[in-house]
C-alpha cells in the first residue's frame, strides 16, 4: 500500500466523511488517492484558510478530527490562522501539508530555500499544535498517523499537523497495519473537591455556574443537563458555552465578559460560590480586576489542562479531570441543592430592568438586538449558527435564541475575522447538508467572500445574514473611546460592495433591509426555500455600537452606558 492510499484509507477507517482542500502539486497524490479510494467527501475550497475553517466546524460538531489539506509554501502557510483557531478552542484536527521531495530540502545547509514553495512549515505551526510531524520515512506513516489522531482527540482537543514530502507519499509501505491506540477517561478521583463544593454550597446565598465549550469537547452536554437538574444552580456561560443550553432554560441566565448581558455580568460579580466548567477565566471573561472578580466569592474550577488551573484568577479550589468523571461522581453523592429563591429572583429583576434589547433603545433605524432575536424566531429550521468576529458576534452572543439542537459556532482564542462563512460551509458538510445561518459584518464577510461560489456549487443550504454598518463597527467604536473618532481605516479608507450584487453574480438569491418594515420581508424571503442558499444584506446605522461594554481596567460589573441612563 502506498503512503497516499493509506492515508485514504486511515482517515475513511477513523469515520471521517468529509476533508477540505485546495489543491496543489504537492498533494495531488493524496488528494487523487482520496478520490480513488471513495466514501470521502472532497470538499474544494478557494482559500486555504478557508479549507482550515472549514475543517475547524466539522471538528466541532463531529467530536473527531476535521481533516484539511494544503500544498507546500503559501498553501501550507495560508492554514496557520485555521490552525490557531483550533489550538485556542479546542478543536480537534489534523492538517495535512505537502513538501518538496526530500532531495530538494535544504536540510541543515545555511541557506533559505532550495525546493521551489520549500517552506518549513512544521516550525511554523509548532507553537499552535499539540504536535507537528515532518516525515522523513514512509515507514513512520502508520504509527504518526496513529499517534496523530490519539494526540487531537484525547485530554484537551486541538490540532496537529503532518508534513509529507512528495516522493514519499508515493512509496510503499511494508507493514501498514498497526493496533490502534485506545482513548482512555481520566478516572482522577474527584471525592475530596466534591466534598469541599457541596459544603461550600450549604452556605452558599449566590451560587452560580459558570460554563464554556469544554463542556462540548468533553462530549459533556447530557450529563451537564443532569448535574444541573440535580443541583438547580443558575448558569451564565462564556461566548463559546452558550449552546449548551438552550435559550429557554430555566436556570440559563446569560451571556457573560466584555460585552456580556449585563444582568449575567452582575450573576458572576455578585455571586459567592462559583463553579468553572470548561472554561479558563480570560481577560475577557473576568475583566483586568482580577482582585474585585475574587473578592466575596469561593472559586472552583475544573478543567482537563492543568495549565489552565489557577492561572490569572489565583487561590481557587482545582481539579485536574475530565468533565464527564466529574459529572459521573458527583451525580452519585446522596445530596440535592436547590438555588435560594432569593437569589433567582434577583438575577430576574436585574434581567427585566436592563433587558438586552434596551441597551440601543434609542438607536437610529434598525437595532440589532431587536434583530437577532426576531432571526433567531424565523430561523428554527437552522441546525447550526456560526458568527464572524466583531459586533456581529457579540450582538449574537447577546440575543440568539438558540433552540436545544441548534449549535454555536465562532473563533473565540483567535478571533479570526473570516470564520463565519466558511464555518457555516464546514458545519452544513458535517450535518448532511442541514441549513445552517451564517452571521457576520461587513468587514469580516470580505474576508473570505470568495467561498460564495463553495457554497453554490455544492449548493448548501446556507443563509447568510450581513450586519452591515458600513465600517469596521468594533473598532470604529474603539476609536470613539480612546483616539477622538478619528476613524481612519476603519470608516476612511474602507468600503463594502453590493452584498446583494455580489450574491447575484454568484447564482444566489438575496436581498437588503433598509428599514424596519423589510426585516419579516427579508426573513420570509430567506426561509421561503429551505434547501437553496440565500445572502440577507442588513443595513445598520454606522454609529450603532454594541452595548453594554466593559470599561477598560474596571470590574466586571462596571459597563457603560452606566445605569443612570436607564434611570
Partial sequence: MKVSQYIAYFLKNKGIHSVFELQGGMITRIIDALYQEGGIEIVSMHHEQAAAMAADAYGRINNKPGVALATSGPGATNLLTGIG???????????????????????????????????????????ITKKAYAIKSQSEIPSVFEEAYHIAMSGRPGPVLIDIPMNIQNQEIENP?????????????????????????????????????????????????????????????????????PYNHNLRVGFIGTYGNRWANYALGSSDVLLVLGSRMDLRQTGADVATFKQGKQIFHIDIDAAELNNRITDTTTLNANLTTFFNQIQKIDYSYCSPTEWKTEIKEKKD???????????KDINPNVFIHQLSKASFKAKAFTTDVGNNQMWS?????????Q??????????????????IGASISLKKEPIVCIAGDGGFQINIQELETIKRNNLPIKIVILNNHCLGMIRQ???????????????????????????AYGIDSFSIEKEEDINIGLNRMWENINTPF???????????????????????KMEPPLSLYE
Fill in 397 to 405: 452572543a447577546q440575543s440568539l435564541e438558540l433552540s436545544e439542537d
Fill in 535 to 557: 445572502l440577507l444584506n442588513v443595513n445598520i446605522n454606522i454609529h450603532t455600537n454594541v452595548y453594554p461594554k466593559m470599561l477598560f481596567g474596571s470590574p466586571l460589573t
Fill in 478 to 504: 474603539f476609536q470613539d473611546s480612546y483616539f477622538n473618532s478619528c476613524y481612519q481605516s476603519t470608516v476612511w479608507g474602507y468600503s463594502a460592495p453590493d452584498f446583494t450584487a455580489i450574491a447575484r
Fill in 177 to 245: 497495519f498497526i493496533e490502534e491506540i485506545s482513548i482512555s477517561e481520566n478516572l482522577t478521583t474527584c471525592d475530596d473537591f466534591i466534598k469541599k463544593y457541596i459544603n461550600a454550597l450549604k452556605q452558599s446565598k449566590k451560587p452560580l455556574l459558570l460554563i464554556g465549550r469544554g463542556i462540548r469537547a468533553a462530549q459533556a452536554s447530557e450529563f451537564f443537563k443532569n448535574f444541573i437538574a440535580k443541583f438547580q444552580i443558575p448558569v451564565v456561560t462564556s461566548l463559546l458555552g452558550i449552546d449548551v443550553l
Fill in 353 to 363: 430592568a436592563y433587558n438586552d434589547t434596551l441597551e440601543l433603545k434609542n438607536v
Fill in 407 to 424: 449549535l454555536f459556532l465562532s473563533s473565540g482564542g483567535m478571533g479570526a475575522m473570516g470564520y463565519a462563512l466558511p464555518a457555516a
Fill in 85 to 127: 483557531n483550533c489550538f485556542f478552542d479546542s478543536v480537534p484536527a489534523i492538517f495535512i501539508t505537502g513538501q518538496v521531495n526530500t532531495n530538494e530540502q535544504k536540510g541543515e545547509k545555511n541557506t533559505r530555500q532550495i525546493g521551489f514553495q520549500e517552506t518549513d512549515i512544521v516550525a511554523m505551526a509548532k507553537p
